[in-house]
């Protein structure tokens, strides 16, 4: 089976720390994605990138960085971690291509900074 | 974006079909119809897709009306593992944005 993993699925970080999410899929897709998810906010689009060492921010850039040195890994990162950013990150990837293919996630990280 | 609208919740008996409708008077062209569902501390999973023809996969069945402004998934033997949100979007074809609404959330009963 075709798979996004992500690095962990339980993380408990300190206010002020910085933090590495890590993602990597084994489908040679192109796109890769972070989302977090909050109950009642949905998934909300944080950084995805189309290809190595390109990056572009989704809707709630700030507070985040991202890095992709290699087609198959991308990393998310929280420079200096607040209690707002406790959440469920969630990465994805999918084809580029025109045509709409299904995106596929990982099973997330759910993150607390306390 | 075109915006989905779904049920919050439907419940079904094990071995019975689920019927889970979908509108999107708003579909544009471009837009294809995706379902993911979501179980309990999971990642969204991609259940199917559609343009303009009713789909069928392993999984699911799809079936979009003619004027394409409503869909519904169709799980034909609900199974206690396919208690999950199930989530109806657009999505444009080359577009890299998802946007989940609140999903419909499906109780299975033994």
């Known amino acids: 089976d075709v798979k996004v993993t992500q690095s962990s699925r339980y993380l408990v970080k300190r206010t002020g720390e910085k933090v590495f999410l890590e993602c990597v899929q084994d489908m040679d897709h192109e796109n890769m994605f972070w989302y977090r998810q909050d109950p009642g906010l949905g998934l909300r689009l944080i950084y995805f990138s189309y290809d190595v060492k390109m990056k572009e921010k989704g809707d709630i850039p700030e507070g985040y960085s991202v890095s992709r040195e290699k087609k198959e890994r991308f990393s998310l990162i929280l420079e200096s971690a607040s209690t707002n950013q406790t959440s469920m990150y969630l990465c994805?990837?999918?084809?580029?291509?025109?045509?709409?293919?299904?995106?596929?996630f990982g099973s997330g990280t759910r993150l607390t900074v306390v | 974006d075109a915006k989905t609208t779904q049920p919050n919740s439907m419940e079904s008996n094990e071995e019975e079909p689920v019927h889970l409708p979908c509108n999107h008077s708003?579909?544009?062209?471009?837009?294809?119809i995706h379902w993911y569902r979501q179980l309990p501390s999971q990642g969204p999973e991609y259940v199917i897709h559609?343009?303009?023809s009713n789909v069928n996969n392993r999984m699911a069945s799809l079936a979009i009306a003619e004027d394409r402004k409503s869909s519904t998934l169709i799980l034909h033997r609900a199974t206690l593992r396919d208690a999950a949100v199930y989530y109806c979007?657009?999505?444009?074809?080359?577009?890299?944005?998802?946007?989940f609404g609140g999903g419909t959330r499906v109780l299975v009963k033994p």
């Open positions: 979007i657009l999505i444009k074809a080359a577009g890299n944005k998802l946007t």
């Open positions: 994805a990837s999918k084809l580029m291509t025109v045509r709409a293919y299904g995106y596929t």
């Open positions: 559609g343009l303009t």
């Open positions: 708003t579909i544009s062209g471009t837009d294809y």
